[in-house]
């Protein structure tokens, strides 16, 4: 029997600190969309063109995320918030165990195949820490490479699995077109691999829209969404996080460099094409490092499996068990016992965040109105009043459900371009308006016949008079608030 050794403290570690990582889920705002769009899916099983939740709506309906909407109001309905994060944990699990798997047909020594697995899952983090439908596309582009080293060693084309892979990737999230130009990429270098890309794009078409799909991706999908964070070039990102997607691809260049173990071309100009694609669009950089892992794969395990051999201690003087035994037995309960406690909520953090407040008085007071919304807080309403017959004005589908006019002028409004900005609120009919506090729509909404139903700390629910509506009947009380929303700051 070996001794324990401050190494396999270490490789304990790494795996504790990973699972308090990803038992750490953080409410997205689009979670409560995704669940309601999912529940109704699952309820009526039938795929709806006309959009029953936003009055301003005036594009049709492709809702190309259905299946992993499905899937997450299965999971809720089933098991809740546990159920949620558990789904979450089991899918980043799918991704480490390929890449484990990966490190170990490399012939790692297990604190490399550590080191990079839990290298992988921390990089790609920023895209698996919410239940967003992209959480599946980072699985499913992992799958891809899986199949595309395959057949590179047995030399046997999957016809199969790249179907059923590209059948459920198109009905789960629009993630599949840097899967399906990855695999055209990887099959131009040798003709032999032509009918692959083709099987995927066909497999592309089995979805509810057919060619439907195909259109709206290539309408929708672009370089320009200057307002959603995560889709701004990568060094418009914060540093801390600009930092952390660097180091895999300089433990990459330190290992080609080490070992002098370059990555094909085809595999290049894969990563290359990733790379690009990241510093235009920041979204991307979880395809960019599983590329970096799996291309340049053969020179970090090697040179680190040489750093492994080198740095192992040996010393007997640095081998008791018995302590070490203790230490790896409180790293793992610790581990454990926090990862748990974490399962049971997801917390709402950022600048997004909604009030509860409000969304209770609403909930009370405005059943059957087109309530104007702030564009962050739409799927959270959503979810909340839809149920009472309310129709929010924006939300976070955007091209999905809203004309880029409408898009246009929801953003003029909220930011009070013009003299006339107030008057948009008219334009559409709205019933009611709910904003946070800090916009300049607000001060102009109130000079001009709008007045305060509701004033919390965070946000202010606005009606324009007392003879149409049940908000109404409340208007001119200007009724205000301590928010206690602080202690709600949780899904649902």
Known sequence: MTSRTLWDVALCSVWALLALLVSYTVADADLWGHLRFGADLLHSWRFTRHDPYSFTSDVAWINHEWLAEAVFAAVYSLSGTIGLNLLKVVTIGAIAALAWRRAHRLAATAFPAAIVTALLIVVTYT??????????????????????????????????????????????????????????????????????????????????????????????????????????????????IVGLELALPLLALVAIVKTRRAPSMDHVVIIAALAFGTLRIGRTDAFLQLAIAWLCGPAIIGWLNLVDARTQPTSPLLQPRLLYGYVTAAIVVGAIGCGISRLARIPIQGDWRPDADAIAFLRSHASHQRLLTWFDWGEYAIWHLSPAGVQVSMDGRRETVYSDRVLHDHFAFYGNASPDAWQYADAIGADAIWLPKRLPIVPALLKHGWHTELSTDMSVVLTKGSDTSEVSEHSGTGMSVASTSAALRAFP
């Open 127 to 240: 895209r698996t820490q919410s239940l967003r439908p992209q959480l599946f596309s980072v699985l499913f582009f992992a799958i891809l490479l899986r199949l595309l080293e395959r057949t590179e060693r047995d030399g046997q084309l999957p016809f199969v699995a790249i179907t059923l892979l590209f059948a459920v990737w198109a009905n789960t999230h629009g993630g599949w077109i840097v899967g399906f130009g990855t695999l055209a990429i990887w099959c131009a270098w040798r003709p032999r691999r032509t009918p692959i890309a083709a099987v995927a794009a066909a497999a592309t078409l089995i979805n509810p829209y057919g060619v439907g799909l195909w259109r709206f991706l290539y309408s929708t999908v672009g370089l320009a969404r200057p307002e959603i964070s995560d889709w701004q070039p990568m060094f418009g990102l914060p540093r801390a």
